[in-house]
């Protein structure tokens, strides 16, 4: 099954990547010290020509490599940090001068000078930003950003083994931090804000997955009665789990329907925390390498993808049952069943899995991604089942599209998105649900309608 709804390649590699509301526009890190914006377009009508990227501005402030990048849906505005240590919120100048006169009240949680209400109000290519200065109070390197889903603060996640958390204070117009400092023995690669905005989910590579109160008193409103333990101030660390020989966990997601965490770690496990332990649910098979990125869809559909360059779709029949892998997609592959090379899985799901007689090595397959995948202008080639290959090098970004952006087809103000672009890909239906970016440079619209 071909799962792949639209492919682009961008002009480098892809470190780090986030989409706008309505996905007409994405912020990249090319493994540099520049964030570059580009627009979604496509060829003329009934020209074929598939979807691609324009460039329409680069941002530039950082020192050294851009690491993490997050694009806030409503305020429109623009996280980004770096191994310089730095961080910056990036506003579009004509919202920077709305809020000049506007200062944001703390005590309804506003979230600093506000962007559009939309990232479809203001075209992207027309734009100018203004950075803001973040007080990171970092030591080393920053490695991760997210907004909370309220948008009044964000989580940096550093090699300090610390992650700090941003708010908009008014009178110095910057924005400050307070440090979770306890717990972390080791680098904080991976943050997730729960539903609520109260509650923080780490991923680090000592091999623990733990939870923190970050509630900023006095910043944001009183907390709800039961949000948080009782007794409990900001900074502290409320679970600490792992399962038995875990590895460096590289990623942490909210499942939606019942608010339990999944994540992912470098032993080819994916993990479910409900409570105060840790289970695998997932185990991938022999030949599958460990996943970086893991996303929820929804209550019953997720996706992680990683160091092999493929998509793991795991899927559930409701809330209260297990995870399971469903399917494996975007691998070059000589056999359509194989979940090791390309197919949807026909071993369960929770079981290692060892190599299949005769096949080759995990060396030999990434070679033959990297050499047989691509050819040289750059455009995918299919494996003998006929699936093409999605990616040829690690992944390092998923994106879910948020359900406003999946019903629209048409772009606001008569700018054709990328909604409207995948579109007219897939025969007039907007029908992608994810999208992967990897250090191919390529970005991968996924269809999965067949897992929903």
């Keep these: 099954m071909n799962c792949i709804a639209e492919r682009s390649r961008l002009p480098g590699p892809i470190q780090a990547i986030a989409f706008n509301v309505d996905c007409s526009a994405i912020a990249v ?31 530039q402030g950082h020192q050294q490599v851009v690491s993490g990048l ?27 001068a709305a809020a000049s006169t506007t200062a944001p009240a703390a005590s309804t949680a506003a979230s600093g000078p506000s962007g559009s209400a939309s990232g479809s109000e203001t075209s992207t290519r027309s734009a100018s930003w203004e950075k803001q200065m973040v007080i990171t109070r970092l030591t080393k390197g920053a490695l991760c950003v997210k907004w909370s889903p309220s948008e009044a603060k964000f989580a940096i996640g550093s090699a300090a083994k610390v992650v700090s958390v941003g708010y908009y204070d008014p009178e110095s117009k910057w924005w400050a931090c307070k440090m979770i400092r306890k717990a972390h023995e080791s680098s904080v690669v991976a943050v997730a804000w729960h539903p609520n ?9 000592d091999r623990r997955v733990r939870l923190f109160n970050a509630y900023v008193q006095g910043y944001e409103t009183e907390a709800p009665a039961g949000s948080l333990p009782p007794n409990s101030s900001f900074g502290d660390c409320i679970i600490e789990v792992s399962h038995e020989g875990c590895s460096w966990v590289h990623s942490v997601c909210w499942s939606p329907g019942d608010e339990a965490l999944l994540y992912a770690s470098h032993d080819g496990a994916v993990g479910y ?17 460990p996943l970086k990125c893991l ?19 795991l899927t ?24 090791s090379l390309g197919g ?49 090098a690690c992944v390092t970004g998923l994106h879910v599209r948020p359900a406003a952006a999946a019903a629209a087809t048409a772009g606001a103000n008569g700018r054709k ?36």
Aim: charged fraction near 10%; hydrophobic fraction near 40%; proline fraction near 5%.
């Design 197 to 205: 905005s109260l509650v923080l989910a780490t991923g680090s590579t």
């Design 417 to 452: 998105t990328c909604a409207a672009a995948a579109a007219a890909a897939v025969g007039g239906q907007a029908r992608w649900h994810v999208a992967s970016a990897g250090l191919d440079g390529q970005v991968v619209l996924w269809d999965l309608s067949a897992y929903m």
């Design 273 to 289: 925390v409900r409570g105060p332990q840790a289970n695998v649910v997932v185990r991938l098979a022999g030949q599958q390498l």
């Design 29 to 59: 890190s090319h493994c540099g010290n520049d964030v570059v914006i580009y627009e979604a377009c496509s060829g003329a009508s009934g020209s074929g020509e598939a979807l691609s990227w324009t460039k329409v501005s680069t941002l």
């Design 295 to 313: 996303e929820a869809v929804s209550e019953r559909l997720a996706v992680g993808a990683g160091w092999d360059g493929c998509l793991v779709v």
């Design 316 to 339: 559930r029949r409701s809330a209260q049952e297990p995870w399971q892998q469903a399917a494996y997609l975007g691998g070059p592959s000589s056999s359509s069943g194989n979940p």
């Design 70 to 96: 997050d694009w806030a849906p409503r305020t429109d505005q623009i996280l980004s940090c770096s191994h310089d240590r730095n961080a910056f919120v990036w506003t579009r100048t004509s919202a920077a």
């Design 344 to 392: 949807s899985s026909s071993s369960h799901p929770s079981q290692g899995g060892s190599y299949p007689a005769g096949s080759p090595s995990i060396v030999r397959h990434l070679a033959q991604m990297h050499i047989s995948a691509s050819t040289p202008g750059g455009t995918s080639t299919a494996g003998a089942s006929g699936q093409p290959a999605a990616h040829t």
